[in-house]
Nanobody
Framework: QVQVVESGGGLVQAGGSLRLSCTVS????????MGWFRQAPGKEREGVSC????????YYADSVKGRFTISRDNAKNTLYLQMNSLKLEDSAMYYC???????????????????????WGQGILVTVSS
């Protein structure tokens, strides 16, 4: 049974930082691309960041480039998202997802494709206040 569990969310002031974690069990973590997605109320889900299963390829949405950093610790079966210089528009539910042997496929237009991710967490809320 695969479990994907996010943690580390919460309330932070604009300009502050948070680190999200995603711990996965029930699969061979090293074999999976891992992605972070987010969805704000009334908006579509968007891909925020991704790291390929082989680790050397990453993706960042334009809106978070230079502010967010994705990393993975295969020994701990854990994915991280370090979020710095947070903005009000970063407020959303953040989801962690896993795709076996994925390479962070980017669709035409620069959007991270999400339909090939097989396992999803329940999400963690990030709220950025002014």
């Amino acid at each position: 049974q695969v479990q994907v569990v996010e943690s580390g969310g919460g309330l932070v002031q604009a300009g502050g930082s948070l680190r999200l974690s995603c711990t996965v069990s029930g699969l061979t973590f090293d074999d999976y691309a891992m992605g972070w997605f987010r969805q704000a109320p009334g908006k579509e889900r968007e891909g925020v960041s991704c790291v390929a299963w082989y680790g050397s390829s990453t993706y960042y949405a334009d809106s978070v480039k230079g502010r967010f950093t994705i990393s993975r610790d295969n020994a701990k079966n854990t994915l991280y998202l370090q979020m710095n210089s947070l903005k009000l528009e970063d407020s959303a539910m953040y989801y962690c997802a896993a795709e076996r042997f994925g390479s962070c496929y980017v669709e035409y237009g620069g959007r991270l494709a999400d339909d090939q991710f097989e396992y999803w967490g329940q999400g963690i809320l990030v709220t950025v206040s002014s």
